[in-house]
């Protein structure tokens, strides 16, 4: 370990912290970023992996981490731009190709930035309206679509990749082309609604809709393209007086989980997040 430290101390650090003194850095700040430095290279190296390769989604996992060893965000961010400055150095020496840390600051979302997500009383109108579909089939598959959109937080298309055996006791499982991506709990409310359009798909008879493993299905065809579930969705925005998307559903998924005081782990897993980053901005004004 002593070794390793060395050799990244010589080839990396050194240069690097040599570089700072003839810029007029303090010493004090000099010691700061060769500290930061550090850290970063240890974790890269429990992490198996070499500078030379360190890609954004690097930053972002080692970043992520110090969040959830509690550290304050403007200290996570500091340590960011270090590794920012790091690497633009870097790169200029022509050591690292890119500068993976440029854009991996946490940042506080100003209110018109915020993702757009539905209030209590949207919800509930939004659910009531669609209850109010007469044709069952239609009913109890747009009431669906909603609970998947709203209480599973699944994106646009996961919706239209979910299969009839995606809905297990308790939970959801989400497909990307077929492949597994996570699992998602399920409320007693949200499975109920699912057996109900499961047992309503299967009394329809249709022959497309035996031969289909897609959950969701059309009153012509055996799958739902995200297209037909977009329009479905966006159709309620007329009666209602506002706009809505799918997106606005998953969002306001992901705030909830915020107002119950979910971990941010938990939200990033379950609602399929590639960054914390991402997750955060969902607890903005509740921290």
Known sequence: MEGVKNLYSEQWIEPFTHYL???????????????????FLHWLQRSDKSLVSVVQEDIFASRDELYLQGKRLSTINKYVSILASFFKWAEGQGMVKSNPAASARYYTPKKNELPRWL????????LAL??????????????ALLYVLLYA??????????RVSSVLPGEL?????????????LDAKTQAVLGEWIEQRALAGKECYKTSDFLFVTERSGSMQPRAVQFVVEGYAEKLGFEISCHDLRNTFCRRLAEQGAPIM???????HKSFLTSYQYYS???
């Open 119 to 126: 209030n209590s009383e949207e919800e509930t109108r939004l």
């Open 266 to 272: 938990m939200m990033k897993r379950w609602a399929g």
């Open 21 to 39: 003194r003839e810029k007029g850095k303090e010493e004090s700040t000099v010691k700061l970023y060769a500290a930061e430095i550090a850290h």
């Open 173 to 185: 499982v989400v497909y990307d082309r077929g492949t597994e991506l996570r699992r998602v709990p």
């Open 130 to 143: 669609a209850g109010q579909e007469k044709n069952p089939f239609k009913r109890s598959r747009n009431v």
């Open 153 to 162: 937080g699944l994106r646009l298309d996961e919706v239209s990749e979910l």
């Open 285 to 287: 004004g509740l921290q």
